[in-house]
């Protein structure tokens, strides 16, 4: 059984930056695509970013990519999603995802794809 537990959120100014972290346990790591996704009150659930099984390839969504930067450490099975210059309207859970990859060229934006979920970690920004 895959178990996704996210971390790192928190309160943080305008302007200022985190590091939020998923770990992955139960199953080998470095065989699933891994996704970031966030979700603000009454809105649905955004795809932000993912990166192949190697960690070789990523994608971020266009509205945030000059700001958010995902990675991976296969070795300590761990998720990261560095966001910089923060902005009231990233305020938001986030949620990572993993999707068991048939290849590491697999790179899945829509979150149906996605098997496994996290609980999510809350980021709050103030202005």
């Known amino acids: 059984q895959v178990e996704l537990v996210e971390s790192g959120g928190g309160l943080v100014q305008a302007g200022g930056f985190l590091n939020v972290s998923c770990v992955l346990s139960?199953?080998?790591?470095?065989?699933?695509?891994m996704g970031w996704f966030r979700q603000a009150p009454g809105k649905e659930r955004e795809f932000i970013a993912c990166?192949?099984?190697?960690?070789?390839?990523?994608y971020v969504t266009d509205s945030v990519k000059d700001r958010f930067a995902i990675s991976r450490d296969n070795l300590t099975g761990t998720l990261y999603l560095r966001l910089n210059n923060l902005k009231p309207e990233d305020t938001a859970m986030y949620f990572c995802?993993?999707?068991?990859?048939?290849?590491?060229?697999?790179?899945?934006?829509?979150?149906?794809?996605?098997?496994?979920w996290g609980q999510g970690t809350q980021v709050t920004v103030s202005s």
């Open positions: 995802a993993a999707r068991r990859a048939r290849s590491d060229l697999e790179i899945w934006s829509e979150a149906r794809n996605y098997e496994y």
């Open positions: 990166i192949n099984r190697s960690g070789e390839r990523t």
């Open positions: 139960g199953r080998t790591f470095g065989s699933y695509l």
